[in-house]
């Protein structure tokens, strides 16, 4: 994991490592940007395996998780029989619509089909109770029926990594075929390192100088505290202007990359001398 840029704290590693010897999912909360996606990121990379991502969203359903058939192909295919074949027999046809050159695999089946793989299912608390519960039923088992083609189950079980920013509680249900871990930001000392791993090319005085920095904002009554994702773009912001050292003025300048609020801007621009502080 380290080879990849993700630091991994001991609690994180030990519950990742149970996940794979487990072949059990993995699910993982906590705030944005504290680097849970890019968990199942690295462990894709570190195994040399592919990363199929399922973004949830309010209103996804089975049918966009598993998959779809290809309607316009299915029409060019008819009327093609149509025109060659007047005389062939109905149920030939409609056996042939639904042949698997006309499946569209959605990013559960494409996991199912292609394991050895990491299937992510990002933001699991923005899709809804049925959704959750067609879900643990693929969990359960690693396998799905399409009524025309038969059963499909994995030979190998994916690595699965869920997210979740707990807009909302997962069931419980779910969270019990799940090994669970909550991730938070992470201490000073680790997100410095986290800064000078991911962008050497950034200067071990920038580096902290950030860090530091944004640990201070976290601690104000802010709408949307940065992340580590925010950390890196601030630094890697900064190195590009070709900024040694942080002063006031380059970070009232270059809080677009930290802060996504009005309101928290103009919140952390009037306390720039005591964040800055050293």
Sequence with gaps: MRATGYLAGDGLATVGYLALALQRPLLLEG????GKTS?????????????????CYEGIDASQALYDWDFPRQILHLRTVEATSSDAAVEEVEKSLFDERFLLSRPVLRALRESPAVLLVDEIDRADDEFEAFLLEVLSTYEVTIPELGTITAEVPPIVVLTSNRTREVHDALKRRCLYHWIDHPGLAREIEIVRTRLP????????????????????DLLKPPGVAETLDWARALDALGTGVLDVETAAATLGAVLKYREDTDRVRESLDRLLAS
């Design 31 to 34: 705030e944005p940007g504290t």
């Design 39 to 55: 968990l199942a990121a690295a462990i894709a990379e570190a195994f040399g395996l592919e990363l199929i991502r399922l973004q």
């Design 201 to 220: 090319e950034v200067s071990a005085r920038l580096a902290e100088q950030v860090a530091r920095s944004v640990h201070r904002i976290r601690e104000l």
